[in-house]
Nanobody, 120 residues
Framework: QVQLVESGGGLVQTGGSLRLSCESSGNILKMNTMDWYRQAPGMQRELVAG???????NYADSVKGRFTISRDNAKNAVYLEMNGLKPEDTAVYYC??????????????WGQGTQVTVSS
C-alpha cells in the first residue's frame, strides 16, 4: 500500500508554469501506473496524464504539448510539469496509483489533492 502526498499547487497567471510533485510512502514500482487527475468545481474528475512502470506516458488531449509527466523511482515520486497554463486548467489536481493483476485494477490510492488556480 502507498500513501500519496501532492505539493506544488498555487496561483499563477495565464501562460505561467507550475511543477506538481507526488511523493509516495511506498515503492511506486509496485504500482503499474501513476497518474495525475484533476477536478474542477462542478465537473467530473478527469485523467490528465499517466505514466507506466515502463515509462510509457499518456495525456489528455487538452494538455498535450503543455504538460509533462515524469517519475523518479529512486525517490518514489511522480511529477507533473505544467507550462502554458490556461484558466481552464484551474482545478484540484490529484495523484493516483493503480496496481493491475490479470488485466484488472486491484488497488487504488489517491492523494489529498493540490489546488491549481490560473488567473486570466
Amino acid at each position: 500500500q502507498v500513501q500519496l502526498v501532492e505539493s506544488g499547487g498555487g496561483l499563477v497567471q495565464t501562460g505561467g508554469s507550475l511543477r506538481l510533485s507526488c511523493e509516495s510512502s511506498g515503492n511506486i514500482l509496485k504500482m503499474n501506473t501513476m497518474d495525475w487527475y484533476r477536478q474542477a468545481p462542478g465537473m467530473q474528475r478527469e485523467l490528465v496524464a499517466g505514466i507506466s512502470n515502463g515509462g510509457r506516458t499518456n495525456y489528455a488531449d487538452s494538455v498535450k504539448g503543455r504538460f509533462t509527466i515524469s517519475r523518479d523511482n529512486a525517490k518514489n515520486a511522480v511529477y507533473l510539469e505544467m507550462n502554458g497554463l490556461k484558466p481552464e486548467d484551474t482545478a484540484v489536481y490529484y495523484c493516483h496509483a493503480k496496481r493491475i493483476q490479470l488485466g484488472r485494477p486491484v488497488y487504488h490510492s489517491w492523494g489529498q489533492g493540490t489546488q491549481v488556480t490560473v488567473s486570466s
